[in-house]
């Protein structure tokens, strides 16, 4: 958990990352020029990349290494947080290679392998290959097969130099696909070996759960059943499905957004803590929280899950369209774009304790949210009608806009009468860190590079979070449209999520001003 950031006194430039190829699948991507690119020559800015480093793309189309460095060139200039000077420029330059290949041709991938072999003869001393996996999910099972069949997974193992493969999202698609791509994995590689990317967990808040959890002496006793009333996660766009319509409609909110970001989230703010802060350590207790989920409700009359879909609407001020009128989305569309559960984790620390979790697109703003309630407290004080007026204690933990930590409290308002108000204690990251910190995607391509998987998703992990969805995806398949309620553009989802917290006293927190 340390800081990548070039302003940071404690910045570890002492790593002994061995000479390194990156490859990546996937090349010519929208993610490869938005992310991975700028996070690669950020972290070279940093220092942080060992000093011979090759980054390799890998694609169908049979474009020059000039062309692919124009590329690589315009997409900095486009997408980097920050201007990248000549002098890093021109170390990493000289070191860009294109690969023209199928990703299902064995062929191509043995070609690689030789280009592999011919950089290590030139720096005369062995390097550690990175394969990224940036294409999309059908194409995954054909790469990790052809990196086995080829000798390039196997490439040094058991030293330092043994290579590494990042998986991108979605692992799989239900619990079958998920277990068949693991099964190829550990055909394959070590499980040291892999590192199954969810960027959420790149996140500086994400990361900071931890230590918030951990390194404060006051959280610990009041995060349990005894004094949180209810956890609510939420991560909603503002955004419709835009281009990606084709994509988004075999995919859905559940599959696109909760089984990997908000379960990873809930994992890390239910987990026991661990012995250590070893990877493994770190997953075990996720693992452990993920597989203390009950299985959901899914029918009858107070299910635990909703689904729904966005129909015309205002969003910021602006006309929205509907779902099915969006670009690439068939008449018949079954597909969720808002998703609301209510989960129990049946352990010892959170026995009746509900989660709330929501996610979806064109909803009132963009906004990803970890809200603990607490309870209320146990004796009325402030007069016959007070109990309405003393909100409940909260900690609101944001990912995203504006990443911070803000507990509200009761104070009393100036004056000679005893009024109550919530307050806020409010800790932003930009306000006490400065902007430009760094993306996701740099510190997991550096966790990766460094062997470390702390922040990356364990086989087991995606399989259990896999198994407790699988039920609602199957349940919706065969529901067809029957309960698939609709929402207005611009609002915070269908009237029937609220249901989910009827009776408990709660209500959605993200959206409600409490300022
Ligand atoms: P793209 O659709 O841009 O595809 C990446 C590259 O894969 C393409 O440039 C193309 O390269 C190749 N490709 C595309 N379609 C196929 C196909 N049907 N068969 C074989 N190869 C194909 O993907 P993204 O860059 O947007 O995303 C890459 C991965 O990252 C995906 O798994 C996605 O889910 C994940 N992801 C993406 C995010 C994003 O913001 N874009 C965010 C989070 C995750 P070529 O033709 O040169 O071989």
């Known amino acids: 958990m340390i800081h990548t950031n070039s302003d940071n006194p404690n910045i570890n430039k002492d790593r002994k990352t061995p000479p390194t190829i990156i490859v990546i699948f996937g090349a010519s991507g929208d993610l490869t020029a938005r992310k991975l690119v700028p996070a690669i020559f950020n972290l070279s800015k940093d220092e942080l990349l060992p000093k011979r480093c090759f980054l390799i793309g890998y694609g169908r189309s049979k474009i020059s290494d000039e062309e692919f460095k124009d590329d690589i060139k315009s997409a900095l200039d486009s997408h980097s947080r920050r201007k990248i000077e000549d002098s890093t420029w021109n170390s990493l330059e ?45 194409v995954f099972m054909p790469i990790l097969e052809n990196l086995g069949e080829s000798g390039l997974a196997r490439r040094h193992r058991g030293t330092k130099t043994a290579s590494k493969v990042i998986i991108e999202k979605p692992f799989g698609r239900d619990l079958a696909s998920a277990q068949q791509l693991n099964q190829v994995i550990n055909r ?12 959420y967990l790149g996140k500086e808040t994400v990361q900071s759960l931890l230590v918030q959890r ?39 909110a559940l599959r696109d957004m909760i089984q990997n ?37 899914l029918g009858g009359d107070s299910p635990d899950v909703i689904r729904a879909s966005y129909v015309e609407g205002l969003v910021n001020g602006s006309p929205a369209k509907s779902y099915l009128e969006e670009k690439g989305i068939p008449d018949e569309s079954e597909t969720e774009t808002y998703a609301a559960l209510r989960l129990y984790l049946d352990n010892w620390r959170w026995k009746g304790v509900p989660f709330y979790i929501r996610s979806g697109k064109r909803l009132a703003m963009k906004a990803s949210e970890i809200v603990v309630q607490f309870t209320r407290p146990p004796a009325i004080l402030f007069g016959q009608d007070s109990r309405l007026k003393v909100s409940p204690n909260l900690l609101v933990i944001r990912i995203q806009p504006n990443e911070g930590v803000t507990l509200y ?28 910190t760094p993306e996701a995607y740099e510190r997991l391509i550096l966790d990766s590079l460094n062997g470390d998987g702390t922040l990356f998703i364990r086989g087991d992990e995606a399989e259990t979070s896999w198994g407790l969805l699988t039920p609602v995806l ?26 989910l917290l009827l009776g408990s006293g709660h209500e959605w927190i993200t959206g409600r001003k409490y300022e």
């Open 94 to 138: 000289k070191n860009l290679i294109f690969h023209a290949g199928a990703y299902d041709d064995l062929k191509s991938f043995t070609e690689l392998e030789k280009k592999i072999s011919k950089i290590e003869n030139k720096i005369d001393c062995k390097a550690q290959c990175l394969f990224y996996i940036s294409t999309p999910p059908g």
């Open 188 to 199: 394959r590689f070590d499980e040291s070996q892999v590192f199954r990317i969810d960027h």
């Open 214 to 252: 951990f390194a404060n002496s006051i959280f610990e006793p009041v995060w349990n059943r005894n004094y949180v009333s209810s956890v609510q996660i939420t991560v909603s766009e503002d955004l419709g499905v835009g281009s990606r319509g084709g994509y988004y409609d075999k995919s859905g």
């Open 261 to 297: 970001h908000v379960m990873q989230l809930l994992a890390l703010t239910a987990m026991e803590p661990p012995s250590s802060l070893d990877p493994e350590s770190i997953r075990d207790e996720k693992v452990k929280a993920l597989k203390a989920l009950k299985p959901l409700v």
């Open 409 to 436: 409290l009761n104070s009393k308002t100036p004056g000679l009468e005893t009024k109550l108000q919530p307050i806020k204690l409010a800790f932003g990251y930009e306000t006490t860190f400065g902007s430009n």
């Open 474 to 499: 199957d349940y919706w398949n065969n529901q067809g449209r029957e309960g698939l309620e609709n929402y207005a553009s611009g609002t915070w989802g269908p009237l029937a999520a609220d249901k």
